[in-house]
């Protein structure tokens, strides 16, 4: 209560002051120009999409799979390109991945991502193929135009659950790379039991928090947003539940 009335106090003291110097030239943002006061008024207004829940982004959630699924050393990086394919960025995941907007089924990493061939079918043995929510992924993402996009994440970290944004993120992001018959550092985040030991061993946060002394996660691409590292330390501060 105190505070607030000395808050107050402040307040109406600054107002009265800036009243008494009406006359001086003062720059108030919002002016009659409409600009005033915003240098980045007119350049900056790209960020700040909330996400809709029907959408996918090709930032947030498409790019980060194709780079730790299939933009990895020895497969489809800019050093290896088997077949030509470079999956590790938007111009080059549309043309060599002969992304076609709006159609899936005439689009060839979808075509691989779905082969029946077990000899055909990306990622190849012994890796995992892609989960069913993924694949899906993929193809609405096609379907609605194959867009370049992306959204700010709304951060929200009061029901962190193991099966929703802890397995999301890590299945996303890491484990086309930390899976298979011949893991990446030697390292497996497949399944719970790898998350929590990798997180026991403190190389979890020290990762994907890029602390000194620890690899940078995810390697080839661009660190994990605020929110979903908060959320994962939020799940070993809370004991790791298997939920
Ligand atoms: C493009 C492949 C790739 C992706 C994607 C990737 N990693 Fe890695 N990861 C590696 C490689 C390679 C190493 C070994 C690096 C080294 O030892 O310098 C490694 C090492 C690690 C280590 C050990 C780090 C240390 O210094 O002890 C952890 C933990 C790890 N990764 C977690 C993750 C997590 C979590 C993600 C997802 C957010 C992820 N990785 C995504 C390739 C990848």
Redesign the pocket.
């Known amino acids: 209560m105190k505070t607030n009335k000395l808050l107050y106090f402040f307040l109406i003291s600054g107002l009265l002051l800036a009243m008494a110097c009406k006359h001086d030239p003062v720059v108030v943002p919002d002016d009659d120009n409409g600009n005033g006061g915003d240098p980045g008024n007119d350049t900056t207004d790209t960020t700040g999409i909330a996400c809709d829940p029907d959408t996918v982004y090709f930032q947030n959630d498409i790019l980060?799979l194709l780079?730790?699924s299939c933009?990895?050393?020895g497969c489809h990086?800019p050093g290896t390109a088997e077949d030509d394919v470079i999956l590790t960025d938007y111009q080059n995941i549309i043309q060599t991945g002969e992304i076609v907007p709006g159609n899936p089924e005439e689009s060839e990493v979808y075509e691989n991502i779905t082969e029946d061939d077990p000899d055909k079918i990306m990622p190849p043995p012994p890796n995992e193929p892609l989960s069913s929510e993924q694949i899906s992924m993929i193809r609405t993402w096609i379907e609605q135009g194959a867009e370049n996009n992306y959204c700010d994440e709304e951060c929200d970290t009061t029901n962190v659950t193991f099966s929703g944004i802890v397995w999301n993120?890590?299945n996303n992001?890491?484990?086309?790379?930390?899976s298979g018959g011949s893991p990446?550092?030697?390292?497996f985040?497949e399944n719970y039991d790898d998350v929590v030991a990798?997180a026991e061993?403190g190389?979890?946060m020290?990762?994907?928090n890029w602390e000194p002394?620890?690899?940078n996660?995810?390697?080839?691409?661009e660190q994990?947003s605020e929110c979903k590292r908060r959320a994962i330390e939020i799940w070993i501060e809370d004991g790791m539940p298997n939920n």
Not at 217 to 221: C, D, E, L, R, V
């Open positions: 980060p780079q730790s933009g990895i050393a990086d993120t890590i992001s890491c484990t086309g790379c930390h990446q550092g030697g390292i985040l990798m061993s190389r979890l020290g990762a994907i002394g620890y690899a996660m995810p390697q080839n691409g994990l």
